[in-house]
């Protein structure tokens, strides 16, 4: 099919905004009378606390407003499972977490109140290794677990908050098949999204108790369903407003300063606004879980994988978060885009005193690839067989089922890899000390709900309302391609609606690599519905049966004969005036594939349904200094099949991006955690890539028709950081020789493990 | 102890009676208005705040304003408007080097002072020249590519 916006690089709706310097963030944005918030927090991991005393505070001038969890109602929110008190309750689980919000005149004034609350705590031993904190004696995060609300058939004891299993096959029968089995255990560490904008909020109150919240954020819905349950307010006295986001990666998904910035203006009666500084991002946000897992892996001499046992440990800190749903999709994953008939595969989400951890690009992903795509490239050298000949050979087939045994209809995974066998030219020589290395990924583009309407103007344009946050990765303007190509109206024809929960529809979030896909498909379908509607009035008026009208270039014209048409914008005149009213079309939309068939046993999986798998196949080139144990990444290819591309330029922007987080995450990224507190809290100690660690990158497009996807298009976001890490751990040891388990590959690791 | 400070700011005069120890940052996005450049982390290590001073890049979140007293000083909002965007602007937007946008103001300005002193870079030197600019989103590799295709855009034009 030819299409004329789709499949085209359009540069951002928004662009000129944004090299101009006038894009507003939150930080940009401030009110008359607006008060600055600030956010004291325990410096202990596991504490309880017998008393806050905060009259000294209270009195200090210009300080406006002070809540502590008793000025709060007594409810836990999660989205997995509810067990996080917006201010601690009764004790601290972290260093970091949250006791008391303030709101004074300035944030000088706010910072010393701070220092004026004084909490009388008395400790408790703490629990922060994962592995002890699942002894039955380790010291309990949570006592009262089982009172927990999950919104999942949820598996716990003790730290475990949940457990997920899944299996198919034969496991035993599998391994005995086996010509070889091997098993490893690889561990990753906790790694921050380090989205340059960090998180912020205001919010203000009007004379009839409602509440307006500016977020910077991945989803306005998910903020506002969530500061009306932690507040007990109804949602219609909840408005959340999106402003421009400096990036979000995850970290911005579920609420951050909201729920406090509320409270205090509920009680000041005055705006509040509240910024998080970079320390506490690093020290007191959402990172990535960090992980332990171990895989066992049978395979016949040909290399083809017939058994494989994995177990995955991901510590999630003081509070489940994302941490089951995180787990959940890891555990499914972890298989990677392979044909394997007998599989065991049990994720372990565990509590310990350490800063709760959430969603991060992966979304649990990251860490399982890690083990498994690592322990592939064991396999394959140790039969002798090319690294990556033996992803060719196991790799999945359209028509085939993946993990759990959901149907898959569009499968690039092979293209992926042919693309990049050619592209890093895979088998010529290389200098020395330089090696190559292959990783694959599948992902989902899915999960829960979206919808959308399209508005058609009375002069034949179209306002489109969904609830598809941008968060920088561009989906307005792909949702403005999706709906100008269906309604056959140009990119300059459509307007997105900005992201408020009085006007956009409901839509889940930005998060699991959905948008392009799932809000994708409401736009499309809403589309297609207002196009309907402009064929049938247009039907009326022409006196012409509606199947025998096209609709495009902005006219309904009859297919017999050409000459008679009619325009959109005499077609809007007539609807808003004459006939019908406006016309609105509307769509909500799910993926309704069953994620698991009859024969799979699977036990505490935190999802109902998934949604369409995209594949990639990432190959780099690296260079190791053996006097330093400097790995320096030198060439990087990714492919990435994202069904078809509706704006090229954005899924290479995407490619880039996430390598590049991957590159960090590879080699230098880690959360360090000292006696509870983590202590790489600036952006010197917790360094991320920049422009001199990596090199130009390659990003190509393998197309392939998804037929769920809108004009057959997948998702592509969080996929291309998955391969990345062991696609460099394979290089090294093509490179050296040596093989490292654990990230970061850092210079004394790479050293250590050239001395053995 | 505020103090009066004279500077000229995007081309026009400036002059403010504020106390010399409060960092240009600051300033800028609160007394002026001019919330373009941005704060990444308030401690001179990700570079969403670069200006220009004299033509050099700085972090502004560092620099006290008793030091740019009789600088010259550019800010994104300084560089071009929509009507009219600089090449730089115009090849970011082109090429797909912005995308949540908050590198950007400070990247533009990085991009400008080599190009400045350096009309046709090599691959190497750009990359040195936005070093201390994180961007997290882009992985770079369009951003090089809009500065390569901005130097062109210039030479063409001069
Ligand atoms: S805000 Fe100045 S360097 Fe980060
Ligand atoms: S575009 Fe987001 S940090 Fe550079």
Not at chain 1, 170 to 197: N, R
Not at chain 1, 707 to 736: M, R
Not at chain 2, 132 to 141: H, I, K, V
Request: with cysteine.
């Amino acid at each position: 099919m030819g299409f004329s916006v789709v499949g085209q690089n359009l540069p951002r709706l928004e662009g000129k905004e944004k090299v101009t310097g006038q894009a507003k963030y939150i930080d940009d944005l401030n009110f008359p009378n607006m008060l600055h918030g600030k956010l004291l927090r325990s410096p202990y991991p596991h504490a309880r606390i017998v008393a806050i005393d905060t009259a000294a505070a209270k009195a200090l001038p210009g300080v406006k407003a002070i809540i502590t969890a008793e000025d709060l109602p007594d409810r836990r929110h999660g989205p997995f499972v509810q067990d996080t008190p917006l201010l601690a309750r009764g004790k601290v689980n972290y260093v970091g977490e949250p006791v008391a919000a303030v709101a004074a005149v300035s944030l000088e004034v706010a910072e010393r109140a701070l220092s004026l609350i004084k909490v009388n705590y008395e400790r408790l031993s703490e629990v922060l290794d994962p592995l002890i904190a699942m002894e039955s004696d380790a010291p309990v995060v949570h006592e009262n677990l089982d009172a927990y609300p999950a919104v999942f058939p949820v598996q716990r004891h003790g730290n475990i908050c949940s457990l997920i299993t899944i299996e198919d096959g034969d496991i035993e029968q599998g391994f005995k098949t086996a010509d070889f089995v091997f098993e490893d255990t690889f561990t990753t560490p906790m790694a921050h999204q380090c989205h340059l904008e960090t998180n912020g909020a205001i919010a203000a109150i009007d004379a009839q108790g409602r509440v307006t919240v500016w977020a910077s954020t991945q989803s306005v819905h998910l903020n506002q369903i969530r500061i009306a349950e932690t507040l007990d307010m109804p949602m219609s006295k909840v408005r959340v407003i999106q402003t421009r986001v400096g990036g979000g990666f995850g970290a911005k998904v579920e609420l951050t300063v909201q729920p406090y910035c509320v409270a205090l203006a509920r009680l000041s009666k005055r705006p509040v606004k509240i910024i998080l500084t970079r320390e506490e991002e690093l020290v007191a946000t959402r990172p990535r879980h960090s992980s332990i897992v171990t895989v066992k892996t049978g395979v016949k001499k040909d290399g083809t994988l017939v058994a494989r046992q994995i177990k995955l440990i991901y510590d999630t800190g003081a509070y489940a978060d994302d941490g089951p749903g995180i787990v959940g999709f890891g555990s499914l994953m972890a298989n990677g885009p392979y044909r394997i008939p007998n599989y065991k595969i049990e994720g372990y989400c565990v509590y310990t005193n350490k800063v709760a951890t959430g969603a991060y690009r992966g979304f649990g992903n990251p860490q399982a690839a890690w083990a498994c795509e690592s322990q592939l490239d064991i396999i394959s050298r140790e039969l002798g067989i090319d690294p990556l000949e033996i992803r060719l050979r196991n790799a999945l087939d359209p028509g085939d089922k993946t993990v759990g045994g959901q149907n898959l209809f569009s499968v690039g995974i092979k293209e992926c890899l042919k693309a990049i066998k050619e592209g890093m030219d895979w088998e010529s020589p290389k200098s020395k000390n330089r090696g190559r290395g292959v990783a694959c990924v599948h992902h989902l583009s899915g999960l829960l709900a979206s919808s959308a309407y399209v508005r058609i103007n009375q002069d034949g344009t179209a306002h489109v309302a969904v609830g598809a946050a941008d968060i920088g990765q561009g989906s307005d303007t792909t949702m403005a391609q999706i709906a100008a190509e269906e309604l056959g109206l140009s990119i300059e024809d459509v307007a997105v609606v900005s992201q408020d929960t009085d006007s956009t529809p409901y839509n889940w979030a930005t998060t699991a690599t959905r948008l392009t896909y799932m809000a994708g498909n409401a736009v499309r379908r809403a589309a297609a519905d207002a196009k309907q509607q402009l064929i049938n009035l247009a039907a009326e008026v022409l006196g012409l049966p509606a199947d025998k009208l096209s609709a495009r270039n902005k006219v309904v014209v009859s297919v017999d004969e050409p000459q008679k048409r009619i325009s959109y914008a005499e077609l809007g005149v007539i609807s808003h005036w004459v006939k019908g009213g406006q016309i609105i079309g509307n769509n909500s939309w799910m993926f309704n594939e069953q994620p698991f068939s009859i024969d799979v046993k699977v036990t505490g999986f935190p999802f109902r349904v998934l949604g369409a798998y995209n594949y990639g196949a990432h190959a780099v080139e690296v260079e190791v200094d053996h006097e330093t144990g400097l790995v320096r990444v030198v060439n990087a290819l990714t492919a990435h099949d994202v069904g078809k591309a509706i704006n090229p330029l954005s899924v290479e922007g995407q490619s880039q991006g996430g390598f590049t987080q991957g590159v960090g995450y590879a080699l230098f990224e880690d959360l360090k955690v000292k006696d509870g507190k983590i202590i790489s809290n600036t952006l010197l100690d917790y360094k991320i890539p920049t422009a001199v660690d990596v090199p130009a990158i390659k990003s190509l497009i393998v197309e392939t028709n998804e037929q769920t996807g809108p004009f057959g298009a997948k998702g592509i976001g969080e996929a291309p950081l998955v391969p990345v890490a062991p696609a460099i751990a394979n290089a090294v040891y093509d490179a050296i020789g040596v093989r490292v388990k654990d990230l970061p590959l850092t210079p004394e690791r790479i050293l250590d493990a050239l001395k053995v | 102890m505020k103090q009066e400070i004279r500077f000229i700011l995007n081309g026009e005069h400036v002059s403010l009676n504020v106390d010399p120890s409060r960092t240009l940052l600051d300033v800028l996005r609160e007394d002026l208005g001019l919330t373009g450049t941005k704060k990444g982390c308030d401690e001179g290590d990700c570079g969403a705040c670069t200006v220009l001073i004299a033509g050099k890049p700085i972090n502004s979140c560092l620099t006290p304003m008793g030091k740019i007293n009789g600088q010259e000083v550019l800010t994104i909002e300084g560089l071009g408007d929509p009507e009219q965007l600089h090449p730089l602007q115009e090849a970011f937007l082109k090429v797909g080097a912005v995308q949540c946008g908050y590198c950007t103001p400070g990247m533009l300005l990085s991009a400008k002072a080599i190009l400045d002193i350096n009309p046709q870079p090599t691959e190497a030197e750009i990359r040195d020249s936005i070093a201390g600019n994180l961007c997290r989103c882009t992985g770079y590799t369009k951003i090089v590519e809009a500065i390569k295709y901005a130097a062109n855009l210039l030479e063409g034009r001069s």
